[in-house]
């Protein structure tokens, strides 16, 4: 009896660590458990860093309201942005104004691309950059604007490169946009451009009476499908193609009055393929140099902008009416 009593109670000190091993045991899982809190931590500050630095990026409309800080850039597409509180890094405004009110500040630069730069009384610690746009200082002396600040011209020789390489960049697409139609239809383009050249007062009424017919149109052809079961399946088919029916005979209207207008300049007269090609990309550049002359001389930019919108509208619709008399080019043209 007193042997088996001494083999269970040898047998319970085997499975009863030792007092030193618990201690080592406590201690790993106390270096386990500090790992771990540290990674954790680790974790969460890195979180808090890249959000402090993230980019603010917004669509139409863009701000920064007192008291506000945005640790990055500040972005924004196709609205203006109102900074009345901190940018830590640019503030950018694509094709639209950007106005940096007193009391606020950007470390980095503020920049506008098709829009106006307007400091009124805040900091702008980087450069201002304008793009086929101006700057505007309420602290420097210069021409009164409509919104009581005051235009300087210190940045007038960046703005005028920008408008030049943004009416450079829009010839080149239109120049090879129309290329390429030239290159696959010649002959419908020869042939709204010999209708253009045959009446253009009659091609531009026929081109304004439809343009202002735009929303009649589309309504009477909605109401026209709507009265049958067949009909109400069609309407969104009808309302995305009847804008598509007048954006491709405008382009195509377009490329004829510029072939026309480029014939004029080479004295070169002939449907071919290259003589098309040709004609199109003269004429371009010729409808849109006005634009160009707006770029290089800002004192007169509103009225040769003026006339360069007048010229560019009177040449698609006259162009446009050309194109929908011959139906596309498929008519005879004269």
């Given at each position: 009896?007193?042997?088996?009593?001494?083999?269970?109670?040898?047998?319970?000190?085997?499975?009863?660590?030792?007092?030193?091993?618990?201690?080592?045991?406590?201690?790993?899982?106390?270096?386990?458990?500090?790992?771990?809190?540290r990674?954790?931590d680790?974790?969460?500050?890195?979180?808090?860093?890249?959000?402090?630095?993230?980019?603010?990026?917004?669509?139409?409309?863009?701000?920064?309201?007192?008291?506000?800080?945005?640790?990055?850039?500040?972005?924004?597409?196709f609205?203006?942005?109102?900074?009345?509180?901190?940018?830590?890094?640019?503030?950018?405004?694509?094709?639209?104004?950007?106005?940096?009110?007193?009391?606020?500040?950007v470390?980095?630069?503020?920049?506008?691309?098709?829009?106006?730069?307007?400091?009124?009384?805040?900091?702008?610690?980087?450069?201002i950059?304008?793009?086929?746009?101006?700057?505007?200082?309420?602290?420097?002396?210069?021409?009164?604007?409509?919104?009581?600040?005051?235009i300087?011209?210190?940045d007038?020789?960046?703005?005028?490169?920008?408008?030049?390489?943004?009416?450079f960049?829009?010839?080149?697409?239109?120049?090879?946009?129309?290329?390429?139609?030239?290159?696959?239809?010649?002959?419908?383009?020869?042939?709204?451009?010999?209708?253009?050249?045959?009446?253009?007062?009659?091609?531009?009424?026929?081109?304004?009476?439809?343009?202002?017919?735009?929303?009649?149109?589309?309504?009477?052809?909605?109401?026209?499908?709507?009265?049958?079961?067949?009909?109400?399946?069609?309407?969104?088919?009808?309302?995305?193609?009847?804008?598509?029916?007048?954006l491709v005979?405008?382009?195509?209207?377009?490329?004829?009055?510029?072939?026309?207008?480029?014939?004029?300049?080479?004295?070169?007269?002939?449907a071919?393929?290259?003589?098309?090609?040709?004609?199109?990309?003269v004429?371009?550049?010729?409808?849109?140099l006005?634009?160009a002359?707006?770029?290089?001389?800002?004192?007169?930019?509103?009225?040769?902008?003026?006339?360069?919108?007048?010229?560019?509208?009177?040449?698609?619709?006259?162009?446009?009416?050309?194109?929908?008399?011959?139906?596309?080019?498929?008519?005879?043209?004269?």
């Amino acid at each position: 009896m007193i042997l088996r009593l001494l083999t269970l109670l040898a047998l319970c000190g085997t499975l009863v660590p030792a007092p030193s091993q618990a201690q080592d045991s406590a201690k790993a899982s106390s270096r386990t458990a500090d790992s771990t809190r540290r990674k954790i931590d680790s974790t969460i500050v890195k979180f808090r860093v890249d959000t402090d630095h993230a980019s603010q990026v917004e669509w139409g409309q863009g701000s920064v309201a007192p008291g506000d800080t945005v640790r990055g850039d500040l972005v924004t597409f196709f609205g203006d942005t109102e900074v009345r509180g901190v940018v830590l890094g640019d503030a950018v405004a694509l094709f639209g104004d950007l106005t940096v009110h007193d009391g606020a500040y950007v470390q980095g630069d503020a920049v506008s691309v098709g829009g106006t730069v307007r400091v009124r009384g805040g900091e702008v610690g980087g450069n201002i950059v304008t793009a086929a746009g101006r700057h505007v200082d309420g602290d420097d002396a210069g021409e009164s604007d409509e919104g009581g600040t005051l235009i300087i011209d210190r940045d007038e020789p960046h703005s005028i490169l920008g408008a030049l390489f943004a009416v450079f960049i829009a010839m080149a697409m239109l120049s090879v946009t129309g290329v390429i139609a030239a290159a696959v239809m010649p002959h419908r383009i020869d042939a709204v451009a010999r209708r253009l050249e045959a009446g253009v007062g009659r091609a531009f009424a026929a081109g304004l009476i439809i343009e202002l017919g735009f929303v009649p149109i589309l309504l009477l052809v909605l109401f026209t499908l709507i009265i049958t079961i067949l009909g109400i399946l069609l309407i969104p088919f009808a309302v995305v193609a009847v804008p598509l029916l007048y954006l491709v005979l405008g382009a195509l209207g377009w490329f004829a009055t510029a072939t026309l207008v480029g014939r004029g300049l080479t004295g070169r007269d002939g449907a071919d393929r290259p003589a098309v090609m040709r004609s199109l990309a003269v004429g371009t550049v010729v409808l849109l140099l006005p634009f160009a002359l707006a770029a290089l001389l800002p004192g007169w930019g509103g009225g040769l902008i003026a006339l360069a919108v007048g010229v560019v509208w009177v040449a698609t619709t006259a162009g446009f009416g050309a194109a929908v008399l011959t139906r596309g080019g498929r008519s005879p043209s004269r």
